[in-house]
């Protein structure tokens, strides 16, 4: 039986090894994922993402982020907010002054409850509080109307006029640092 058990062990570690992607292969998918994208050839982006996530500890620190960033938004232009929210998350974690993916999670946060009547309730004021701090690092960084229309709306609909009062402060403070680009260089 114990024999059986160590060959079994090595059948699967054998086959584990066989099938994970090298750093090139890893590389030359992103590479493949980017023209896909640049296609506008969402199936087959989502179809080599899939193949790529797995090894994406293979890219570099500035290819997976700008990965992360890409499928995102892919996931975003397909209307899967749950997926685009989970990658935008990285991209922000690893890169937080990169205010484009804040705005994205900014908007995607409010999604649900943008354009609706106001029904202040543990869903919305949740909601409201995740898209706040990255509509401010968006409207920081881009100044947009219209944003900040939003980000006023929300405050006021939490009845928080104090984070009105100091909302300029915030900005100037967040303004500071911003990056619109990403490079995977």
Known sequence: MLKKAILFLILVTTATFAHAQTTEEVYDSYLDFNVAKLNDDAAQSIALAQKI???????????????????AKLYEDDNQSINAIKYYKIVVAAQPD????????GYLYIKDISGKPVVMNLNYIEKARLALPHLEKA?????????LKIIKVLYNNLNNEAALGTLPVRLAKLSKNCIDLLSDQ
């Open 98 to 105: 990169y205010y484009v993916a804040h705005r994205a999670l």
């Open 139 to 147: 409207q920081a960084c881009d100044p947009d109307e219209n944003t």
């Open 53 to 71: 996530l797995p090894d994406t500890a293979k890219l570099t620190p500035k290819v997976r982020v700008a990965f992360y960033n890409s499928l």
